[in-house]
């Protein structure tokens, strides 16, 4: 767990500014709820604080963002480094379709050109879908494609894919949308345990749910479309 320090952080797309010197710290094994209307530039953020924006052409960062005080912008910084410790699901995850169910836990780590063997491949592969409430249902389907999952076992299956690269900071851009009550119920306690020991971002839409999951709400607001994001309210001493 990290704490993610965003220093006058401002971002464009082109001529576009989608997000306007926003300042805040994030603290270590807390979970932080990002509020706001859409185009407030939530998405846009995220992808600032795990430099995963510099593969979108045309956009630009400004300011500063420290992770444990450290700046993970610039050149000196190997972006994909910035990735493993930074994870990110976005908001419509999907699972790699041709992928088995454990290969897809495992994509990730082979991704970042982790070798791992095969009895540690199986251990991480059941850690992960512990920790996202999956292994009960999954243990004896490992080997089956990953479409055959619901969408809510698919959406759990991206963030055990996110977790196995043990991420410090997990970033979760909204979570539960188009989500059934179960399955919304199922990640919300998923959130819970990963506190214990990350420090995780959640982008959500529903003000309730931020209460429930969350020790901290930033809220974000703009003045309309094409117009930037910002940082209206947010509690950086509780
Ligand atoms: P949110 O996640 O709060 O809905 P986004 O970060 O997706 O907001 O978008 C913020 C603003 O940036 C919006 O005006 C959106 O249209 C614009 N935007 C988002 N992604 C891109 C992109 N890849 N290229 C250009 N503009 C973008
Ligand atoms: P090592 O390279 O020996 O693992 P470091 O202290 O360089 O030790 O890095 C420790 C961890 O922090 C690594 O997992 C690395 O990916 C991550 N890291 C290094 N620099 C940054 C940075 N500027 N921002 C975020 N994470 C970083």
Request: charged residues 25%; glycine residues 8%; proline residues 5%.
């Amino acid at each position: 767990a990290r704490r993610v320090e965003l220093r006058h952080l401002s971002v464009r797309y082109g001529a576009l500014t989608a997000v306007q010197d926003v300042s805040m710290t994030i603290e270590p094994r807390t979970v932080t709820a990002f509020i706001g209307p859409s185009g407030c530039g939530k998405s846009t953020m995220l992808r600032a604080m795990n430099r995963t924006l510099e593969l979108i052409p045309g956009s630009r960062v400004e300011g500063r963002v420290f992770i444990d005080g450290t700046a993970i912008h610039g050149s000196a910084v190997d972006p994909v480094r910035v990735r493993r410790v930074v994870g990110m699901v976005h908001q419509q995850p999907r699972p790699f379709p041709t992928m088995s169910i454990r290969d897809n836990v495992l994509a990730g780590v082979r991704l970042a050109g982790r070798r791992i063997g095969r009895g540690e491949a199986d251990a991480l592969v059941e850690s992960c879908l512990r920790s996202t409430n999956l292994w009960e249902e999954l243990s004896r389907r490992l080997d089956e494609p990953a479409t055959s999952l619901s969408g809510g076992q698919q959406r759990r299956l991206c963030i055990a894919r996110a977790v196995a690269v043990e991420p410090e900071v997990l970033l979760l851009d909204e979570p539960c949308s188009a989500l059934d009550p179960l399955s919304t119920l199922t990640i919300e306690e998923l959130i819970g345990r990963l506190r214990e020991d990350r420090t995780v971002v959640v982008v959500t839409h529903n003000m309730q749910q931020a209460a429930r999951i969350s020790e901290r709400t930033a809220f974000f607001s703009t003045d309309g479309p094409g117009t930037p994001g910002r940082l209206v309210e947010y509690d950086d001493t509780a």
